[in-house]
C-alpha cells in the first residue's frame, strides 16, 4: 500500500464538473493499493499518517500532528502509484490491487479516518478526477508499506 501525503493549505476533487471533496488545512492522500494489501496493513498505514508531525509549530519546526492543527483529509485512490515503468514506455499496472479488493480497501481507510479526524472528504473510486491542491512547503510524504513494513 501507498500513500502520498501532500501538506496542503487547501485541495478539492471534482468530478464531471462538480466538486466531490474539499478541505482546508491538512492532508491530501493519494492512495495506492497492491494486490497484497489487507485490513492490518491499511491500519498500521492510517496509524503512522494520522502520527505524522509535519505542521509548523510557533518556531518554525516540523512538530505538530494533524490533530494538533485542526487538519481535515481528502482521500483519493489512485491505482497508478503503482505503475511499473521499467519495460518499455507504456506504464504496467499489474502490481495494482484488484479493483474490487481495492475498492472494500480504501472504503475501509475512508471509514477508519473518520474515526479520528473530525473531516474526512473523498474522491470517487474509479471516476476520472480533477484533483487541485495548493501544497504547503511543498511538503510531501510517500509512505509505502513494503518500505515500512516489509509487506
Do not use: W
Not at 500513500?3 to 478539492?12: E, K, Y
Not at 466538486?19 to 489487507?38: F, H, P, R, S
Not at 470517487?124 to 511538503?139: I, K, R, T, W
Amino acid at each position: 500500500m501507498k500513500f502520498v501525503i501532500q501538506r496542503v493549505q487547501h485541495a478539492s476533487v471534482t468530478v464531471d464538473g462538480e466538486v466531490i471533496g474539499k478541505i482546508d488545512k491538512g492532508y491530501l492522500v493519494l492512495i495506492g493499493v497492491a494486490e497484497n494489501d489487507d485490513r492490518d496493513i491499511a491500519d498500521r498505514m492510517i496509524k503512522k499518517m494520522i502520527a505524522l508531525r509535519i505542521f509548523e509549530d510557533e518556531n518554525g519546526k516540523t512538530n505538530l500532528s494533524l490533530a494538533s492543527v485542526g487538519g481535515e483529509i481528502l482521500l483519493v485512490s489512485q491505482f497508478t502509484l503503482y505503475a511499473d515503468c521499467k519495460k518499455g514506455n507504456r506504464p504496467s499496472f499489474i502490481r495494482s490491487g484488484d479493483p474490487d479488493k481495492a475498492n472494500e480497501l480504501y472504503e475501509y481507510i475512508i471509514s477508519e479516518c473518520r474515526k479520528t479526524v473530525p473531516v474526512v472528504e473523498t474522491g470517487s473510486f474509479g471516476a476520472h478526477m480533477d484533483v487541485e491542491l495548493l501544497n504547503d512547503g511543498p511538503f510531501t510524504i510517500i509512505l509505502d508499506s513494503e518500505e515500512l513494513f516489509g509487506r
